[in-house]
C-alpha cells in the first residue's frame, strides 16, 4: 500500500499538491493510506514507521528561513530507509541535481513554477515509478572496504573485478559503469566474499558477473565487454564457482 | 687482511654509487638494497668479470627506465649516468692528484688495498660536500624536464657523459704506454666541464622553478580579477533588477487597489515571470562560489566558467555548503581541477548537448569534487583509459588522467572514480579529511 508524505509550508502549494496526488490516486485505482502533510521536518520525521520503496516523499527544499531543510530531511530518511522513494518539490534555484544523488541517490525533481498541467504530469509520472518498483523488492547488497586511509562502498551487482594497478598499492575497480581507483591490497579483498576469486595474480572476479570464459585464451568476459586473465592452473576453479553461482541463482527462481 | 680490504673495496664503491643515485634521483631505495646490491656485483664478478662490469654500467640506467614510467628518457639516462661519471671523477681525483701530495704514489694506491678502500670511502662525503657547496639540487629536474625546458643542456651533458666515460674505460683497457698522463688530463679536463655543466643545469633549474611560480602567481591574479568583474557585473544586473522590482510592486498595488485583476495579471505575465527566469540564469551560478573559501580555487572555477559561457557551454556550480581548504596539497589539488575541468570543456563543446555540471560536497569525514559533462558518445570505455596511458597520448582526456593519478600517489587515501553511461562522463574524487598530510 502506497504511503504518500509531503513537507510543504506555503498554504497554497499545499493544496495545489494535495489535489493533483489525490486525482492521480484514484484516476489509477491506487491502493494508498491517506496522504499526509506536514509543515515541519521533525513532525514528518516522527510519522515514518515503515521503509521500502513505497514509502514516498515530496520534500520542498527550503522550509521558513532554513534554505536546506528539505535536503537534512532527506538525509535522515535516506540513513534510516535506502529504498524510500525522494521525490524534491522546489523552485529550481534551491536544487543542486549532482550533490543530491551523490547523497541521496534521489529520484527527481519537480519545479513548482511549471504550469498546473506539467507539474501534475511529473508528479503522476514519479507515483508510477514509485509504484512499479514494488515488486522488485531484491535486496541491494553493498560490497565495503576499508583501509586505514580511506573507504570504499559500492553495489555488488555492479562488480566485475579488482585489478593491481600500474600505481603501487592502488587498485583498480572495474564496475558496469567505470573504474574506481584507491588505496588497498587484492590478498585482503579476495576473502571479503565467496563471491569473489582470485583467477589471477592481478585480478580478483566478481563470479556473478562472468558472461564466459575463454579457455583458449586465458581470459575472463564480462557483460560490458571489458576483460581479465586467469591462470591456467585456477581456471577449473573458477568455472566450478562460476557454475555453482548459475546453479544457485536457478535454484531461486 | 689484503682480500678483507679488496672485499670492501668491491662494497664501498657500490655503497657509495647507490647513495648518489639515491641522493640526484630521488628514488627511494631499500635499504637492505645497500647488502644485496654489493653482494648480487661480487657474486656476478666470480661468475664472469665483464658479465660484472655490464651490470655495473647499465645498472641504474636499466632502473631508471624500468621503474619511472612518466619522466622523459633524457632525465632517465642523467639519472642514470651521473652517479657513474661522478664517482669515477672523485676516485681519480683523489688518486691522480690529491694523495700524491701526501707522498701516496699511484703505484702504492694500487698495491695497497687499505688507501684504495679508503678513497672510495671518500666518494659520497666528497660528492656531498661539492654538491652542497655549490648549491646544487636536481630533486626538481623531473618537474621542468618533462615540461621540455633545459632538454638540451641535459642532452649536452648526457652525451658528454657518455663520452668521458667510454674514453675512459677504453684506455684503461688498452692500457698503453701514456695512458696514465692521459687519463689524469682527462680528469682534470672533463672534471672542471663537467662541474661547469652542472653549475649551468642548475642555474637554469633554478631559473626556471621560479619563472613556473612567478607564471603561477600571475595566473592566479588574473582569474581573481576576472573574478571581481564578474562579481561586479551580477551586482550590477541585481541592483538593475530590484529597481525594477520595486517598480512592479507598485503597479500591482495600484492595481491591487482599484481592484483591476487584469493589470495585476498582466503585470505579473509581462515581467515577473521574465525576471524569475532571468535569476535562474547559469550565470548567477557563479555567485555560489562565495561558499568556497580557498581563493585559489575560486579563481579556477571562475575563470573556466567564464571559458565555458564562451564556448556555449551550459555550467552549473553546486556547493552544498562552505568547502574548506582541501586537506591535500593546493597546488595539488589547483592542478587536479583544472584538468578535470579542461578535460569536460574539451569533451561537452564536441557533444550535443553540452553540458558541464561541477559539484563540491564537504562533511566532517571527507571532502568530494564531482566534475559532470556531456560527451559524444553514448559511453567511453573508461577501462581503455585506464590500462594504456601511452597509447591515449593523442587524447587529452586519456593523458589528463595519467598526470592525475600520478599527483595522487602521493596520497594514497584519496580515492579517484571514473564513470560513463547514457551520453555522460563523471570524475569523482573523494578526499577523507582525518589524515590529511600526503606521502611527501
Not at chain 1, 25 to 53: M, T
Amino acid at each position: 500500500m502506497l504511503r504518500v508524505f509531503v513537507l510543504e509550508d506555503d498554504f497554497f502549494q499545499q493544496g495545489r499538491i494535495e489535489s493533483i496526488i489525490g486525482k492521480i490516486i484514484s484516476s489509477h485505482n491506487i491502493k494508498a493510506k491517506p496522504l499526509k502533510l506536514f509543515e515541519k521536518a521533525d513532525q514528518l520525521l516522527e510519522e515514518v514507521k515503515e521503509q521500502g520503496s513505497h514509502q514516498v516523499f515530496f520534500l520542498d527544499i527550503q522550509i521558513g528561513q532554513n534554505r536546506k531543510e528539505g535536503l537534512e530531511l532527506a538525509k535522515k530518511i535516506r540513513s534510516r530507509d535506502p529504498y524510500a522513494t525522494i521525490i524534491f518539490t522546489s523552485t529550481f534555484t534551491e536544487f543542486l541535481p549532482v550533490i543530491f544523488e551523490y547523497r541521496l541517490a534521489a529520484l527527481d525533481f519537480i519545479d513548482k513554477m511549471l504550469s498546473n498541467g506539467d507539474y501534475a504530469n511529473r508528479i503522476e509520472a514519479a507515483l508510477l515509478d514509485a509504484i512499479n518498483k514494488f515488486g522488485d523488492g531484491e535486496k541491494e547488497d553493498a560490497f565495503y572496504f576499508e583501509t586505514a586511509k580511506s573507504a570504499i562502498q559500492v553495489p555488488f551487482r555492479k562488480i566485475l573485478f579488482f585489478e593491481t594497478s600500474p600505481i603501487v598499492h592502488k587498485i583498480l575497480l572495474h564496475t558496469t559503469d567505470g573504474i574506481s581507483e584507491f588505496y588497498g591490497q587484492l590478498s585482503k579483498i579476495e576473502n571479503l566474499d565467496e563471491r569473489l576469486y582470485r583467477c589471477n595474480k592481478s585480478f580478483v572476479v566478481n563470479c556473478e558477473n562472468i558472461t564466459f570464459v575463454e579457455k583458449s585464451e586465458g581470459k575472463v568476459h564480462f557483460e560490458n565487454g571489458e576483460y581479465c586473465y586467469v591462470s591456467k592452473l585456477k581456471q577449473k576453479k573458477l568455472l566450478e564457482k562460476v557454475k555453482s553461482f548459475v546453479v544457485d541463482l536457478n535454484g531461486d527462481i | 687482511m689484503d682480500i678483507l680490504f679488496k672485499e670492501l673495496i668491491v662494497f664501498s664503491q657500490i655503497v657509495s654509487l647507490l647513495l648518489i643515485y639515491n641522493h640526484i634521483s630521488g628514488y627511494k631505495i631499500p635499504f637492505y638494497n645497500y647488502f644485496i646490491i654489493p653482494l648480487f656485483t661480487r657474486v656476478l664478478f666470480f661468475v664472469s668479470p665483464v658479465v660484472c662490469w655490464l651490470f655495473m654500467m647499465f645498472m641504474f640506467i636499466g632502473h631508471a627506465f624500468l621503474i619511472n614510467r612518466t619522466d622523459a628518457n633524457t632525465v632517465k639516462l642523467f639519472f642514470g649516468l651521473f652517479p657513474s661519471v661522478m664517482s669515477t671523477l672523485i676516485i681519480r681525483y683523489y688518486s691522480y692528484f690529491i694523495f700524491p701530495i701526501f707522498g701516496v704514489s699511484l703505484a702504492m694506491i694500487e698495491n695497497q688495498y687499505a688507501i684504495s678502500f679508503l678513497i672510495n670511502c671518500l666518494v659520497y662525503p666528497t660528492y656531498y660536500l661539492i654538491m652542497y657547496s655549490v648549491k646544487v639540487d636536481f630533486s626538481e629536474l623531473n618537474k621542468i624536464i618533462s615540461q621540455g625546458y633545459l632538454m638540451r643542456s641535459l642532452l649536452i651533458s648526457n652525451i658528454s657523459m657518455i663520452i668521458y666515460y667510454f674514453v675512459f674505460q677504453l684506455s684503461v683497457v688498452l692500457n698503453y704506454e701514456n695512458g696514465i698522463a692521459f687519463r689524469q688530463h682527462m680528469v682534470i679536463i672533463y672534471g672542471m666541464l663537467f662541474l661547469i655543466l652542472m653549475i649551468h643545469l642548475n642555474g637554469g633549474l633554478k631559473e626556471q622553478l621560479e619563472f613556473d611560480l612567478l607564471n603561477q602567481k600571475n595566473r592566479e591574479l588574473q582569474s581573481l580579477v576576472s573574478y571581481s568583474r564578474q562579481m561586479e557585473a551580477l551586482y550590477e544586473e541585481i541592483r538593475g533588477f530590484r529597481h525594477d522590482y520595486l517598480n512592479v510592486l507598485s503597479s500591482i498595488k495600484t492595481g491591487i487597489d482599484s481592484n483591476d485583476m487584469e493589470t495585476v495579471k498582466m503585470v505579473y505575465q509581462s515581467v515577473l515571470e521574465k525576471t524569475g527566469r532571468q535569476l535562474e540564469n547559469q550565470k548567477f551560478h557563479l555567485t555560489h562560489l562565495t561558499q568556497i573559501e580557498n581563493e585559489a580555487i575560486k579563481g579556477v572555477v571562475s575563470t573556466k566558467f567564464l571559458e565555458a559561457q564562451n564556448l556555449g557551454i551550459d555550467m552549473t556550480i553546486e556547493i552544498e555548503q562552505i568547502f574548506h581548504n582541501p586537506s591535500i596539497d593546493l597546488l595539488d589539488f589547483v592542478t587536479i581541477l583544472s584538468i578535470l575541468l579542461d578535460n569536460a570543456l574539451e569533451a561537452a563543446v564536441d557533444s550535443e548537448t553540452s553540458i558541464i555540471k561541477l559539484a563540491f560536497l564537504e562533511d566532517t569525514q571527507q571532502q568530494v569534487v564531482v566534475v559532470e559533462n556531456s560527451i559524444e558518445e553514448e559511453q567511453i570505455m573508461v577501462g581503455s583509459l585506464y590500462a594504456h596511458p601511452a597509447s591515449t597520448k593523442g587524447e587529452g582526456r586519456g593523458l589528463g588522467l595519467v598526470k592525475i593519478r600520478r599527483i595522487l600517489e602521493l596520497y594514497p587515501a584519496v580515492i579517484l572514480q571514473t564513470q560513463s553511461k547514457s551520453y555522460i562522463f563523471r570524475q569523482t574524487l573523494v578526499f577523507p579529511r582525518t589524515e590529511s598530510k600526503g606521502l611527501k
